[in-house]
C-alpha cells in the first residue's frame, strides 16, 4: 500500500511538471476583433527562465485546436526542447493574407505582427527573432513560408509540412478566391502571394527554411517545384520526401522533425544562460 | 603525444559520465582471423534484465571505431533519451563494408552480421528482434549501411545514409574499392554487382525502413538523387532529404540526430 501511495505520488509529480496549455482570445487591433490561440509551455515554465517560440499554424478549415488535439504529445515536445508553441486559429480559410477585398480579414498582419507581440508581452518569452520561428501544415505551411519571407525581421525560422504552397493554381474549392478576389481583377495577389513566388524576394534578415512534403500528397508538385526554385536561387533550406499523405499520420511525425529543426536553431542563434 | 591522445579520450568519455557509459570492446572476427575494436555507448539506465534496441553507427573511408564520438558527441546524449545502444564498429580504413571477392582478408558484411551482432546481443541486453535492431552510417558507412541491411533483412529492420556512396561506379579510380572488387576494366561485373543502388533490382527492400541524405555540395548528391529517383519510380518507401552541407563532420552531426529521431520512430511502433 505505501508503495501505491508513492507512486501516485511521483505520479502527480510528474503530472505537474509536464507542459500546461492556455487557451485565449487575443485582441487583434487590425480586425477589431479577438483570435481565439492555443499557448502551450513548457514544464519549467515557472522557474524564471525565457523560452523561444514555435508558431505552428494550421490547415484550410481547420482552428487553433487542432494541432493539440490530433497531436496531443507536441506539449511533450515543448518540454523536450524547452519551447513554448503557439497555435493561433486561422479563420478556417484565412490563408493568412491582408485580405485585399475584405477588410475583416488581416491575417497576415495579426499572425505576422500582432499575434508575436502579444505573446512577448504577455509571456516569458526570448523577445527577439532569433528565438521565433513558425511553421505549419498546408493552407498553414503556405503561411510559414508567407510570414516567414515578408516578416523576417520578426522570424528567423520558417518552414512548411505539406505546404499549399502555390495558391496561384488554388482557384476553387479552399475560398482562396473569397481572400484574394477575382482571379483576373486582382492577378496581381494571386500571383506574387503564391508562396512559391514570395520567396523572390529574399529578405535582409538571415531565414533558416525546412519544408517536407509525403511522396502520396497532392500537393508534393508544388513542394517540389519550390524545391527547385529555392536550389535555383540559392536560399539555404532543408527539403525532405517522404513516405505519407495529406493527412494527420503524417503531421504527427513531421512535426517531431520540423520542430529538432527549430530546436537547433534557437540553440544555435541564442546563448543559453 | 600517444599520451595526450589517451588524455583527450578519457576527457571525452568522462565528460559523458552522468548520460551513459561507454565500453570499448574487442570483438574477435574468425573470418578475419582478428580482433576488432567497438564503441558500446550504453544510456544510465541501461539495466542487465531491461534488454533496448541497438544502432550499429559505421564510419566513413580513413577513419576508424572513435569517428562518430568524436564528430558528433551529441549522439551520446541522443542515445539516452531514445533508451538505445549505441555500437560504432571499426570497418578498417577502406573496408567499404564488404566481404571482398579478391581479397580473403576482408570480410566486414561478415563481421557485422554473424560475428559483431551475435557479439553485442549476448554481451548486453538487447532486443533481438530486428525490429529494434537499426544501421547507419556516413560516406563509405553510409553504403556499408544500406548495403548490408538489405543483404541481410532478417537482421536489421532500419537503415540510414549520410551522404553515403550509394552508387560506386561514377569513381572506380577513388578510394581503394578497385582494391576490393577489383578493377572497373577487369571486372565490370562486380561494380555492377556490388553498388548499393543496383542492389534494390534483384532484393525486395520495401521492408525495410530507409532514411539517406546528402549535403548540396557534396560530391555525393547527385548519386543520391539517382537512388532516391530510382527508389521514387519502384514505388519502395523512403525518407530523403537534402539540404545545405558539404563532406564534413558539420554536416554528419546535424544529420544524425534526425537519424535517430527516425529510428527511435521505427523502434516505437513496436
Not at chain 1, 482571379?183 to 524576394?201: F, H, M, P, R
Not at chain 1, 536561387?233 to 529543426?261: C, K, S, V
Not at chain 2, 580482433?35 to 533496448?52: E, G, Q
Request: hydrophobic share 40%.
Amino acid at each position: 500500500m505505501k508503495q501505491v501511495v508513492f507512486s501516485l505520488f511521483l505520479f502527480f509529480v510528474f503530472r505537474l511538471s509536464a507542459a500546461t496549455i492556455d487557451t485565449i482570445a487575443i485582441p487583434s487591433a487590425s480586425m477589431h476583433r479577438t483570435i481565439k490561440t492555443v499557448v502551450i509551455k513548457p514544464n519549467t515554465y515557472t522557474d524564471g527562465k525565457q523560452f523561444p517560440v514555435v508558431y505552428l499554424l494550421h490547415g484550410a478549415f481547420g482552428s487553433y485546436s487542432n494541432w493539440i488535439l490530433k497531436v496531443p504529445h507536441i506539449k511533450q515536445l515543448a518540454d523536450d526542447f524547452q519551447m513554448m508553441i503557439v497555435c493561433p486559429d486561422g479563420a478556417r480559410t484565412s490563408w493568412y493574407f491582408d485580405s485585399p477585398i475584405d477588410s475583416s480579414f488581416k491575417f497576415e498582419t495579426f499572425v505576422g505582427t500582432e499575434l508575436p507581440k502579444y505573446i512577448d508581452a504577455n509571456y516569458k518569452t526570448i523577445a527577439n527573432r532569433k528565438a521565433r520561428a513558425i511553421t505549419g501544415l498546408s493552407m498553414g505551411g503556405h503561411g510559414g513560408i508567407f510570414i516567414g519571407f515578408r516578416h523576417a525581421d520578426t522570424f528567423s525560422g520558417c518552414g512548411s509540412m505539406s505546404g499549399a504552397l502555390h495558391v496561384t493554381v488554388i482557384t476553387r474549392g479552399y475560398e482562396v478566391e473569397k481572400r484574394l478576389g477575382d482571379t483576373g481583377v486582382n492577378k496581381q495577389y494571386w500571383n506574387d502571394w503564391s508562396a512559391l513566388n514570395v520567396i523572390e524576394k529574399k529578405p535582409s534578415d538571415s531565414l533558416s527554411i525546412i519544408i517536407d512534403c509525403g511522396t502520396e500528397d497532392r500537393v508534393m508538385p508544388m513542394n517540389r517545384a519550390i524545391h527547385e526554385k529555392m536550389l535555383k536561387l540559392n536560399i539555404a533550406h532543408d527539403y525532405t520526401e517522404r513516405p505519407g499523405n495529406h493527412d494527420w499520420r503524417y503531421w504527427e511525425n513531421a512535426i517531431d522533425f520540423q520542430l529538432m529543426y527549430f530546436n537547433k536553431l534557437f540553440k544555435k542563434q541564442v546563448a543559453q544562460p | 603525444m600517444m599520451k595526450k591522445i589517451a588524455f583527450c579520450l578519457l576527457f571525452i568519455i568522462g565528460s559523458f559520465h552522468a548520460i551513459a557509459s561507454i565500453d570499448t570492446v574487442l570483438v574477435y572476427s574468425k573470418s578475419m582471423n582478428k580482433s576488432i575494436k567497438a564503441l558500446v555507448i550504453k544510456p544510465d539506465t541501461y539495466a542487465k534484465n531491461n534488454p533496448i534496441p541497438v544502432v550499429y553507427l559505421l564510419h566513413g573511408h580513413g577513419a576508424n571505431y572513435m569517428q562518430w564520438l568524436n564528430n558528433a558527441p551529441s549522439i551520446v546524449q541522443q542515445g539516452k533519451e531514445m533508451n538505445s545502444i549505441l555500437v560504432l564498429p571499426d570497418g578498417g580504413l577502406n573496408s567499404w563494408y564488404f566481404d571482398s571477392p579478391i581479397n580473403s582478408t576482408v570480410r566486414y558484411e561478415s563481421f557485422i552480421v554473424k560475428e559483431l551482432v551475435p557479439f553485442i546481443d549476448s554481451a548486453y541486453a538487447t532486443k533481438t528482434n530486428k525490429n529494434f535492431r537499426a544501421i547507419a552510417g556516413l560516406s563509405m558507412g553510409g553504403h556499408g549501411a544500406f548495403y548490408i541491411a538489405m543483404r541481410n533483412q532478417s537482421v536489421f529492420g532500419s537503415a540510414g545514409s549520410i551522404c553515403g556512396g550509394l552508387d560506386i561506379r561514377p569513381f572506380p579510380n577513388n578510394w581503394q574499392i578497385n582494391q576490393l572488387i577489383g578493377s572497373i576494366q577487369e571486372f565490370p561485373e562486380n561494380w555492377e554487382k556490388y553498388t548499393v543502388i543496383n542492389l534494390i533490382d534483384s532484393i525486395d527492400v520495401s521492408k525495410l525502413n530507409l532514411i539517406f541524405d546528402c549535403g548540396l555540395s557534396d560530391f555525393f548528391l547527385n548519386v543520391n538523387r539517382a537512388m532516391h529517383q530510382k527508389l521514387l519510380s519502384k514505388k519502395i518507401p523512403h525518407d530523403y532529404t537534402e539540404r545545405p552541407g558539404n563532406h564534413n563532420a558539420a554536416y554528419w552531426g546535424n544529420s544524425i540526430n534526425y537519424q535517430l529521431l527516425y529510428f527511435q520512430h521505427q523502434f516505437s511502433k513496436n
